[in-house]
């Protein structure tokens, strides 16, 4: 007989940096255990949020926009360069503009 069990998620903010004139970028790992399995992850998954929002109140209720996305193990060569993608604004800017154009082409299906 096998017992269900329920999904925890953890979410960790591993880097964070005010942008210029208003916002943050911000990485985050975000792991998945099975509530009766102790600590073993079931899924890892590390993203770059970019919140161009100045005011607290007004992020209330609101994700940020998500820039990029990595599945896997926060040690894995490839979070390096979800490193180099927040601290580069010129990279960030043309990642929310890619967003954006995906956005656009979504809807317009």
Same mark, same amino acid.
């Given at each position: 007989? =096998? $017992?269900a069990s329920e999904l925890v998620e953890i979410r960790t903010q591993? *880097?964070?940096r005010e942008l210029p004139g208003a916002g943050y970028v911000a990485i985050e790992v975000t792991t998945t255990h099975e509530e009766s399995s102790g600590r073993e992850p $079931?899924?890892?998954r590390i993203r770059v949020y970019v919140e161009r929002r100045d005011s607290a109140e007004r992020r209330i209720g609101h994700e940020p926009p998500l820039v990029? =996305?990595?599945a896997g193990d926060e040690r894995a060569p490839e979070v390096g =360069?979800? *490193?180099r993608l927040a601290s580069d604004n010129a990279a960030l800017a043309r990642a929310l503009l890619e967003r954006q154009g995906r956005q656009r082409r979504l809807k317009g299906d």
């Amino acid at each position: 007989m =096998e $017992v269900a069990s329920e999904l925890v998620e953890i979410r960790t903010q591993i *880097y964070r940096r005010e942008l210029p004139g208003a916002g943050y970028v911000a990485i985050e790992v975000t792991t998945t255990h099975e509530e009766s399995s102790g600590r073993e992850p $079931v899924d890892c998954r590390i993203r770059v949020y970019v919140e161009r929002r100045d005011s607290a109140e007004r992020r209330i209720g609101h994700e940020p926009p998500l820039v990029a =996305e990595f599945a896997g193990d926060e040690r894995a060569p490839e979070v390096g =360069e979800l *490193y180099r993608l927040a601290s580069d604004n010129a990279a960030l800017a043309r990642a929310l503009l890619e967003r954006q154009g995906r956005q656009r082409r979504l809807k317009g299906d």
